[in-house]
């Protein structure tokens, strides 16, 4: 069985699921179970890169092979991923500031969100990299909120699905978003520069 909710800390780890083909990979596997060659074919790739990319998820522990079946009499493995959802959260090597990699893959996740939010009818009132630069710093802050408090009482959780991990994420944003200043300067600031078309 699966877990519902694995925090990945290791930033090598956190780099092999962020891959693109790798990302695509493991969005496939959250709908259903499947080969190499029906990711091949879902993703446009040769087999040979699907495989290579497969074996490293799997070193990482993010896919696991469940089962085989035949095709034309040939068995061909068949690949899960090892959790419903994955909170990477790479630590820095010191501890202290957040790693490059994980504030590089948040002002990533900024802008794809300042995307989706214009999609919506929302216009950004300011200079794009300044809300690209807001938005990353509040999820890094928020990351690290959640993705403690789940790793440590991950047995006392026990089976956290990927929706409840949202409203989960949404809630402890609302609390600390009271809690701290930081937080909450940063997110009026946020608002006065979203404005409804």
């Known amino acids: 069985m699966n877990s519902d909710v694995?925090?990945?800390r290791d930033p090598d780890d956190v780099k092999i699921a962020i891959e693109d083909t790798r990302s695509d990979?493991?969005?496939l596997l959250r709908v259903n179970d499947m080969t190499i060659t029906q990711i091949a074919e879902n993703l446009n790739k040769d087999h040979s890169t699907i495989y290579r990319h497969i074996k490293k998820l799997q070193e990482a522990g993010y896919v696991k092979?469940?089962?085989q079946m035949k095709d034309n009499h040939i068995p061909k493995k068949v690949y899960t991923r090892t959790a419903d959802a994955f909170l990477l959260s790479p630590t820095s090597i010191d501890?202290?500031?957040p790693s490059e990699l994980m504030m590089d893959w948040e002002i990533e996740n900024a802008r794809k969100i300042l995307e989706l939010l214009e999609i919506m009818g929302y216009s950004v009132d300011a200079d794009?990299?300044?809300m690209v630069d807001i938005l990353s710093k509040i999820f890094v802050e928020l990351k690290e909120k959640v993705s403690k408090p789940i790793e440590e009482a991950e047995d006392e959780i026990g089976e956290l699905s990927f929706p409840l991990l949202m409203r989960f994420?949404?809630?402890m944003f609302l609390l600390e978003k009271r809690k701290s200043e930081d937080i909450e300067e940063k997110f009026e600031k946020l608002l006065?520069?979203?404005d409804i078309d």
């Open 25 to 27: 990979i493991l969005s």
């Open 95 to 97: 501890g202290g500031e």
């Open 65 to 67: 092979e469940i089962s």
């Open 128 to 130: 794009e990299e300044e």
């Open 192 to 194: 006065t520069k979203l």
């Open 6 to 8: 694995k925090v990945v």
């Open 169 to 171: 994420e949404l809630l």
